[in-house]
């Protein structure tokens, strides 16, 4: 899944601060990113994690609200206690691992893909679109391949229907969902693999609510919910 890059002034903020109430505990996402996470048309938070995240707030016994965040400073705003958990198909890295801490894993990684214009598109040859500050992003560049870097994902697609980029790289799955009743875009044949798993952003002051996040994770992987839904929305593999 998509994966953040981390900066030297995400590094700089403070950790350890609480919970603003410890009756609630407030779920970050971007709000963005479907299948995972978007707004609906009622203006509430929907998708993979919030399905997800609300049943394991249910599994935990928490009071959870959400709270939307842009991606670019989504790790800074958790470590200075805007909200208290991230669960934005956000993978797991060593790299973050120095700022935050994660839960378990709740999905497998999710394959990257190109979608072009044409299925003749060479990705090596053109201009990729991806979202700045990813994985994805860093990969294109360390191919030396031509990188052009924009804010949100739509912002990626639309550069690809404009002319500005050739392909658009970038999760499986929201590629996927961005195909669906529409016939200008095509998804390339060609995948990569990219990150671990996806888990939960933690302040790693907060060693109890992961400890509680984790057994609830693992119970839904124990008892195949987790698998239904990740079937349901269609955002990875489904755990062995």
């Known amino acids: 899944m998509k994966n953040l890059i981390l900066t030297t002034a995400a590094v700089a903020l403070t950790a350890g601060i609480a919970m603003a109430d410890d009756s609630v505990v407030r779920m970050g996402t971007e709000g963005a990113y479907a299948p995972w996470n978007f707004i609906n048309d009622a203006g509430e938070v929907d998708g993979f994690e919030r399905e997800l995240g609300d049943e394991l707030c249910a599994r935990a016994e928490l009071t959870c609200e ?6 670019d400073s989504i790790i800074p705003n958790l470590v200075s206690g805007n909200y208290d958990t991230i669960i934005a198909g956000m993978s797991i890295t060593d790299e973050r691992d120095e700022v935050i801490d994660f839960t378990m894993a709740y999905t497998p ?5 190109f ?3 044409s299925m003749d598109v060479d990705p090596a040859g053109g201009v990729v679109a991806a979202q700045t500050g990813t994985i ?10 031509t990188l052009v870097e ?3 994902p739509e912002e990626t697609l639309a550069a690809v229907r404009g002319g500005e980029a050739d392909a658009v790289f970038a999760d499986k799955s929201f ?7 529409q016939e200008e875009l095509v998804m390339l044949e060609q995948e990569v693999s990219l990150g671990a ?12 609510l992961r400890d509680t996040f984790n057994a609830a994770i693992q119970s839904m992987k124990d008892d195949g919910s987790l698998n239904e839904l990740i079937t349901k929305w269609e955002v990875a593999s489904t755990f062995e």
């Open 197 to 208: 798993g996806v888990g939960m952003g933690i302040r790693e002051s907060d060693g109890e």
């Open 109 to 113: 990684a999710d394959p990257t893909s």
């Open 175 to 181: 590629l996927a969902a961005a195909l669906e009743g």
């Open 66 to 71: 959400w709270v939307t965040n842009e991606w």
């Open 115 to 117: 979608v072009a214009l």
């Open 150 to 152: 924009f804010a949100t």
């Open 136 to 145: 994805q992003a860093a990969y294109i560049a360390d191919q030396g391949w």
